[in-house]
């Protein structure tokens, strides 16, 4: 039974002093039974002699997986890529100085994509801070503000009043990680020698209470949360001014675990609001598509020319991040209209700071209710004007299939990946090569992205992290430039027992920047921004134990093959087609121009 600690307690058994035969052990085997209480059920630790209590009690426990990552940024990625997922925690242990250092780049992603992480960092003790002392750094608030939450841990000491302190420590910390906004919290863990579960005498007391050590049955503090939601009243106002002739649901990248696809579903059938969704929205791909209109080529046609011929929408209801999709930023700051952007943390994510309202709610729950109030859908031709530019952007896609370019490369994983499949797209311009050119499917296929803060450093490691929490195909389409970034990233794909099959698109480069006016100063523009690095890939083969093959960037036939194979057979591999990004560049500009030209002829 549940309860305070008393006086009544047995004492602690004698065979919990071998299994725990000094402090440290004890505290961090309790510590760890209480995330294991709490659902955790994986860890990814790195190897450091001052974690060793916590990767001892990890390792001793029988409902914690473990993964072992030599290096910290990889196995903060990997934990990422995990969480993002599943939507959630998976807690990171590593040692003290550099090693936490390392894990601040997915610290800052997790923390801008609220994707829940659980950092235990281990320190020195308080003495040997600020001393000189080998490997010390200062950990205190590491991380700054992109923490939700930051204890810096009481030292270990087996009374009963800090082990209660310990556990409601962890309890508190898993719940801030998967709260509202959910994120990373950082729990700091000094540690005296000796380090190792060696009996230290006169380090337990003999009559320490075995509620103490063992906790509750459960989780000794249980966090229910709520769900933000609009009243009542507040609820009616709003079906009411949603119940305009021309109006749009925009659905950005989403936190996961993502929107309810039936709640979106819903809204648009009652609503008769075309649904433009983000690539990494978690509606663009999937049953929804068998029944519901769903856009997915604005980014191409959306422009100055589509914005002067169209009427603007009345009203505009916006879920999620910002949309990947420039065009489609600037289409809905150029309207003079009514903006709802829904977020459950009350968090301002909208860069163009047009938007008219802020609604605190949980977006599914929200399009749920507003279903149900929301009598008369709006004008049909409204909707079809949508559907009918999306079908004339898709047609001139097909109609350019003789000529090869990056962004088909997205279009034929659309195409051809298997069913089911977690797609993780790098930064740069494979996630937005899959915005303009990956048309909405029915396949059942999970588009995930670092789109908080949109680097390309981590990206192998996040993709595998994901492919280790799911039985689905995995497919990386990732840049030469984050390939290099991440190289021993692949190192996971043997320790850690996931496949995948990577798509390397290779163009030597930065290809983004011909998308920018500096392609127009050269130089510096080749030397300093596009860097050619003339890197040959294909060593990796033998390092990390994966199938490599080269496709030059012409044979569109060839890449489809390979492609198809490569997720057919166990095993991971490597893809790289070869591509000329400024060519590629020219083609997106072409198939934009002609897009627009046909979506006014079809629209006006």
Known sequence: MSGPDHDGDADWSPEHRDTDPNRNALWARAFVDELAAGG??????????????????FDRHDDIHMFSHLDERAAAYFALGRARRTGDVTPLV???GTAAANYHPAVIEASQSRVPMLLLTADRPPELRDSGANQTIDQEKLYGDAVRMYRDVAEPEATPRKLRS??????????????????????????????EPVPVEGDLPPNLPE????????????????????????????????????GLLVVGPTDAPGVDSEAVAAFAHASGFPILADPLSGV??????????????????????????WPD??????????????????????????????????????????????????????LGRLSRLLATPGRGDWRERWTNADAAHWEVVNDASDTFYEGQILGDVVDLAPDPTTL????????????????????????LGNRGASGIDGIVSTALGAGSATTDDLTLVTGDLAYYHDMNGLLALGRCDVEATIVLVNNDGGGIFHMLPIEQYDPPFT???????????????????????????????????????????????????????????????DLRERSVERVLDVTT
């Open 40 to 57: 955790v059920d994986t860890v990814c630790l790195s190897p450091g002699s001052r974690s060793t209590p916590l990767t001892v009690a």
């Open 94 to 96: 590593c040692t003290s």
């Open 166 to 195: 310990l556990r409601t420590t962890a309890a508190r910390g898993l719940a801030t990680a998967r709260g509202t906004p959910a994120g990373p919290v950082h729990l700091n863990f000094p540690f005296r020698k000796p380090l």
């Open 211 to 246: 509620r103490a050590v063992e906790g509750r049955a459960g989780a000794f503090v249980n966090v229910e949360s709520g769900r933000p939601e609009l009243d009542d009243d507040a609820l009616r106002n709003l079906a009411g001014k949603l119940s305009e002739p021309r």
């Open 284 to 309: 663009r791909y999937g049953g929804l598509v068998r029944t519901t209109p769903v856009v997915g080529g604005y980014d191409a046609f959306l422009g100055e020319r589509v914005r002067e011929a």
């Open 313 to 366: 929408p009345d009203v505009v209801l916006r879920i999620g991040a910002s949309p990947t999709s420039k065009p489609l930023r600037k289409f809905l700051a150029s309207t003079d209209t009514s903006q709802y952007v829904v977020d459950p943390a009350a968090e301002w994510r909208e860069a163009e700071f047009t938007a008219t309202d802020l609604l605190v709610a949980d977006p599914s729950r929200l």
């Open 424 to 447: 993780f797209v790098s930064n740069s311009m494979p996630v937005r090569d899959l915005d303009r050119f990956g048309t909405p499917a029915t396949t059942s296929l999970t588009a």
């Open 527 to 589: 030397s300093q921004f596009v860097t050619p690095h003339g890197l040959d890939f294909e060593p990796t083969d033998g390092l990390y134990d994966l199938s490599f093959a080269r496709i030059d960037g012409g044979e569109r036939e060839a890449f489809r093959d390979a492609y198809a194979t490569a997720t057919e057979e166990d095993g991971s591999h490597v893809i790289e087609v070869t591509t000329d990004a400024e060519a590629s560049h020219r083609v997106r500009e």
